[in-house]
């Protein structure tokens, strides 16, 4: 009897389209820091936060999810000259940040209403899950986020009837050879944007990796890391036709 493969699907900017959210989000947040100083004309104005935004994650041990109020800090510097390096390193001096002290609750509630504005599905999403279904494949959420909260945008975007369920989990080497093994004997597929956090632990873990790339990229993630998957696709829906396809002569053999 044919064994079905296990797909693993990560959610922010794989199913739904967060990255595009968060720019909204932080293009308010940089409009707001203009307004307490001279306006800055720029050519890239989110290629400027983001280069504030990942000179943070670098030095900052919670990464990515280091506390906004820092991003407002180091735009705040890098409007007085300072480079994203050194803007970062100074957030936690409160001389340099004196100016935006008194605003700067208000632009972080500002921001963190602009994130709750949920975001869309990816093209691709729908079919992808559709065709996994029709071809009796089990596509788990597996989210680094709240479990909660992503079972409630699964429902609000309309999938929850096609994936199996959300789990919640910190992605490491050692929950991927958990997920790997839980699932035995089926073959895992783990489906995701990033290759340092979906990817790699993945395919160390023992399943193979599928990357999907958004279009964000971060500054410390190597080149060649983004051609390291043991398949990429530019949709969710041909990373889906890939597995059904890798998989098609195995499963004909079992049969």
């Known amino acids: 009897m044919a064994i079905a493969p296990v797909i693993l699907a990560d959610a922010d900017n794989t199913l739904w389209d967060t990255d595009s959210v968060f720019a909204q989000a932080q293009l308010g947040l940089l ?5 307490l100083f001279d306006p800055q004309d720029r050519v890239d104005p989110l290629g400027h936060i983001r280069a504030y935004d990942q000179a943070l994650a670098k030095i900052d041990h919670r990464h990515l999810r280091y506390p906004p109020h820092l991003l407002v800090r180091a735009l705040a510097l890098g409007n ?7 803007a970062a390193r100074l957030t936690g001096s409160e001389r340099t940040i004196a100016n935006v002290a008194g605003a700067e609750e208000a632009i972080v509630e500002r921001y963190f209403e602009a994130l709750g504005r949920g975001p869309e599905l990816l093209n691709g999403v729908v079919d992808g899950l559709v065709a996994a279904r029709d071809a009796g494949f089990d596509v788990w959420i597996l989210t680094e986020g709240s479990a909660d909260r992503q079972r409630a945008r699964a429902a609000t975007l309309g999938i929850t009837h ?3 369920g959300v789990s919640e989990c910190t992605k490491s080497i050692e929950q991927f050879d958990r997920q790997r093994r839980r699932f035995a004997p089926a073959p895992v597929f783990v489906i995701g944007d990033q290759p340092d956090r ?25 080149a060649a890391a983004w051609d390291a998957a043991d398949y990429v696709a530019d949709r969710f829906d041909r990373a889906i036709d890939w597995i059904i396809a890798t ?9």
């Open 31 to 35: 409009a707001d820091v203009d307004r």
């Open 247 to 255: 998989t098609a002569p195995s499963r004909a053999a079992a049969e």
């Open 198 to 222: 979906d990817i790699l632990p993945a395919q160390t873990g023992g399943c193979t990796g599928v990357l999907v790339p958004s279009g964000f990229r971060p500054g410390w993630i190597g």
């Open 162 to 164: 096609l994936v199996k």
């Open 80 to 86: 007085r000259g300072h480079g994203p390096g050194e």
